[in-house]
């Protein structure tokens, strides 16, 4: 069995026409290559190899999602292939694998309100647009950010709403959230956070620090209370803006 390798996940490029996966300038064989690509990247990726992400509506999702429109056209060959990929300002777009078990951790649902910090390429948070009612993600860097919301708005996803700033502090006028993924690494959990989401949602967030020790966290709220499991050990790059002065 492969042992997974966590990698932050952040931002590339991409322009879609559609969001239900037709690009304008690729043809259709070239959309049906791959169509094909993202079947088979769920079926060994997420599905064999003792990695068993098992819920139906992250499988579907990840099997629609033009990953290939999310990374630099240099290295799009490789858009389904089980590793990071670099996608510029020293960043990473997350091996698929990764986006899927987050996602399935943490267990989207239809009516839900999400919060994504870490925008990136916005890869993740067009994953999240197909399972959850409304999603808004936070990039620190701009020009990842803005590329993010061009790519977003060409697929179509009308209810991803990207905001470039420092995810720390989190989108509070858009609080309460049923669901918050973090894909950046603080020490610490940002009390922000915490304080915006819902009584009874789901937190999934890297903890730790860079050169080792980071833990993957399930955190849940419960009687104003956080529930907190320890998943995964795992590789993210830090958070960076107000967490890195905390």
Known sequence: MLKPVLIAMLGCLGMIGCRDGQHAGEDAEEESAYAAARREMVRQQLQGWGRNIRNARVLAAMAKVPRHLFVPEAVRAEAYEDHPLPIGYGQTISQPYIVAYMTELLDPRPADKALEVGTGSGYQAAVLGELVKEVYTIEIVE?????????????????VHVRIGDGYKGWPEAAPFDCIIVTCAPDHVPPPLIEQLREGGRMVIPVGGFLGGQQLVLLKKEGG??????????????????????
């Open 225 to 246: 209370e956080l529930i907190r499991k320890a998943t995964l050990p795992v590789v993210f790059v830090p958070m960076t803006g107000e967490a890195q002065r905390r």
């Open 143 to 159: 020009p990842l950010g803005l590329r993010a919301r061009e790519t977003l708005r060409n697929l179509g996803y009308t209810n």
